[in-house]
């Protein structure tokens, strides 16, 4: 009986991954009221950075986040800055165009980097695994995930109740008029924050480039997974994103369980409308 | 030299000519008023003096520094801060982060403790309440919010833009009594509202606009209440 806990608590620890993928995500529309559909591909291509890193230097995959971080938040501060601000008085329309095409020249721009072959950021940490008490398994690479997003949700926190750039960003996004007059410029903030979306957008890649496997177009997968994270738990909500993520992890593994691991994914959907039909907002959303 | 000179401003929207040839000068140990009844073109000259509108011609500057092509962000770095209308504090952040938010300009920053004090010795309910969210304040605590918010940025001029709009009169007693401190400090202050007595009585300098146009300006002392009467409601 107690081995049902197994897929409760890989479930959990699978959400903190989870969690971590949709919290870029969450976060811009947030802020800027957008959506950002390049949100996987930015994720995977720091896989990709990662796995360069890894080969070139000969380090652990956590390590190469030395390198992979300040680079994509490079990254993301210049598409914001060069991209993004240009369309943001122009309604949603424009930027999710954008980001579209963003999407589509990122993938294809892999594929050709980096062959459709199928990767993984390789550690012994993906072949152990934790006996409980004897009853069941738990993988060490997925304790692992959900240290690590826990780790940055907490730090995520931290950043926009003790920083200035933090009460900056949320100032511009409850009073955008205010925010300016208080000397805050939103291009600017805006192109900060999205530097740390994509930061939070590679942490997730690096995760799930050393749990599962990944190819160029596996952006689109994650994308999906962050938008069922956001919309469970309330879009711009960061402890929602937190919950929503460890909703969707446990109901697809335990969902998966019960109606067969084929099935993974749409008992996990089903967890989704349901939240959708009962409260649109998410479980902690504001309306 | 005069704190903030406003020379032959004009600001459309769109089609329609919302201030027309406005002249006016703020002079440094003043407390300057500007009145006009609603649509008379208030707000409007504020928010091209804060940089939030840009005029199509006439020049704006402060310290003699031309600033009528700059944004709000940077108009706050040189000194100047608006304590807006409608009060807009931050209802999703709590007093103490709406406050700290007001030294957001690497400037203000390094002083902050003691702007915080400062904000705190003028307004001890906002001290009592530093870890409420801005939405449960009250009216009056909000307006007090802002203005604290606006003295966290160490402005050398304040101006405040319809200071007492729907509360109490003990409550606007209270804080004319605050803008009295503020100039003592060696702020300078410019009164924009609708409280035609009140802010005659506390004003240096007076100027009335009407339709987008100054009316009449001077010392309000020598105003006789037929001239304020015709240049408020042009009867």
């Known amino acids: 009986m107690l081995t049902s806990l197994e897929p409760l608590i890989n479930g959990i620890l699978l959400g903190g991954l989870y969690a971590v993928i949709g919290i870029g995500?969450?976060?811009i529309f947030g802020i800027m009221r957008q959506v950002n559909l390049a949100h996987g591909e930015l994720m995977i291509l720091a896989s990709y950075?990662?796995?360069?890193?890894?080969?070139l230097l000969g380090i652990h995959p956590l390590v190469t986040f030395l390198f992979v971080l300040p680079a994509i938040f490079i990254l993301g501060y210049l598409i914001q800055t060069f991209l993004f601000n240009w369309v943001l008085e122009k309604g949603m329309e424009p930027y999710l165009m954008i980001s579209f095409g963003l999407s589509i020249i990122l993938q294809n721009a892999m594929l050709l980097l980096f062959t459709p072959d199928a990767r993984t950021l390789q550690t012994s940490l993906a072949i152990k695994s934790i006996n409980v008490f004897n009853l069941f398994y738990v993988p060490v690479i997925y304790l692992v995930d959900f240290v690590v997003g826990f780790l940055v949700l907490g730090?995520?926190?931290?950043?926009?109740k003790k920083t200035y750039l933090g009460w900056a960003i949320r100032a511009a996004s409850d009073n955008l008029t205010a925010a300016r007059l208080m000397g805050i410029n939103p291009k600017r903030v805006y192109a900060l924050a999205?530097?740390?979306?994509?930061?939070?957008?590679?942490?997730?890649?690096v995760l799930v480039g050393m749990t599962f496997t990944f190819y160029p177009h596996s952006g689109t997968q994650y994308l999906i997974i962050a938008f069922g994270v956001v919309i469970i738990g309330g879009l711009g909500s960061l402890p929602g994103t937190f919950l929503g993520g460890l909703i969707l992890g446990v109901s697809q593994l335990v969902g998966g369980r019960i109606i067969g691991p084929g099935l993974q994914l749409l008992s996990g959907y089903i967890i989704l409308l349901i939240v959708l039909t009962i409260r649109p907002q998410g479980i902690l959303g504001r309306k | 030299m005069a704190m903030l000179e406003v020379k032959n401003l004009n600001v459309y929207y769109g089609g329609f000519q919302a201030l027309s040839d406005i002249t006016l000068s703020v002079e440094r140990d003043q407390i300057v008023s500007i009145l006009g009844s609603n649509g008379a073109g208030k707000s409007t000259l504020l928010k091209t003096i804060s940089g939030l509108l840009k005029p199509s011609t006439g020049s704006i500057h402060f310290n003699g520094e031309k600033i009528d092509p700059l944004g709000p962000h940077d108009i706050v770095k040189l000194g100047l801060a608006l304590v807006p209308e409608g009060r807009k504090i931050f209802s999703t952040l709590?007093?103490?982060?709406?406050?700290?938010?007001?030294?957001?300009?690497p400037g203000a920053r390094r002083t902050k403790d003691e702007q915080l004090e400062n904000v705190f010795e003028l307004f001890p309910r906002l001290a009592e309440r530093k870890g409420q969210l801005g939405s449960t304040l009250s009216g009056g605590e909000q307006q007090m919010l802002a203005i604290g918010r606006a003295l966290?940025?160490?402005?050398?001029?304040?101006?405040?833009?319809?200071?007492?709009?729907?509360?109490?009169p003990v409550m606007v007693k209270h804080l004319y009594h605050a803008v009295n401190r503020i100039k003592q400090k060696g702020m300078v202050v410019v009164l924009v509202e609708q409280d035609v007595k009140r802010s005659l009585k506390t004003a240096d300098f007076a100027y009335i606009l009407q339709e987008g146009k100054i009316r009449l300006k001077g010392n309000p002392k020598d105003f006789t209440e037929?001239?304020?009467?015709?240049?408020?409601f042009g009867l």
């Open chain 1, 25 to 27: 995500l969450s976060m």
């Open chain 1, 49 to 55: 950075f990662s796995l360069v890193f890894l080969q």
């Open chain 1, 155 to 160: 730090l995520l926190h931290l950043i926009m």
């Open chain 1, 194 to 205: 999205m530097g740390i979306a994509v930061i939070t957008a590679a942490i997730s890649g």
């Open chain 2, 94 to 105: 709590t007093v103490l982060e709406n406050l700290l938010i007001g030294s957001y300009s």
């Open chain 2, 152 to 168: 966290m940025s160490q402005p050398r001029l304040i101006i405040f833009d319809e200071i007492s709009l729907g509360l109490s």
């Open chain 2, 226 to 232: 037929e001239e304020v009467k015709k240049a408020y």
